[in-house]
């Protein structure tokens, strides 16, 4: 199974060199859930804090994948002003 992956802000050290800023690239998976896109990618995974598969967003790291799917990566987001 191949899906498609995009790493944003400080998760972008985990996707392959070259890879420009939100661009995709494909990762190969056995098994076709969101937890061996971690594991293949080797980041932590509470480091995964926001993620989208095909646009709509998931909290299960366990959600099964289907081929050619798009799922999107973000860090935790912090900031602002009080």
Same mark, same amino acid.
């Given at each position: 199974? %191949?899906?498609n992956? #995009? ?5 972008? @050290?985990?996707? $392959? $060199?070259?890879?420009? *800023? ?7 998976? @056995? %098994?076709?859930? *969101? &937890?061996? *896109?971690?594991?293949r990618?080797?980041? $932590?995974? =509470? @480091?995964?804090?926001?993620i ?6 998931? !909290?299960?790291?366990?959600? #099964?994948? &289907? =081929?050619? =799917?798009?799922?999107? !990566? !973000? ?5 602002? &002003? &009080?």
């Open positions: 199974m %191949h899906v992956v #995009k790493l944003y802000a400080t998760l972008r @050290q985990f996707a $392959p $060199p070259g890879t420009a *800023i939100g661009e995709s690239f494909e990762v190969e998976l @056995q %098994h076709g859930r *969101i &937890s061996d *896109i971690i594991a990618l080797r980041f $932590p995974p =509470d @480091q995964a804090r926001i989208f598969v095909n646009g709509v967003r998931t !909290f299960d790291l366990n959600q #099964k994948l &289907s =081929d050619d =799917d798009l799922v999107v !990566f !973000f860090p935790p987001v912090g900031g602002g &002003s &009080s």
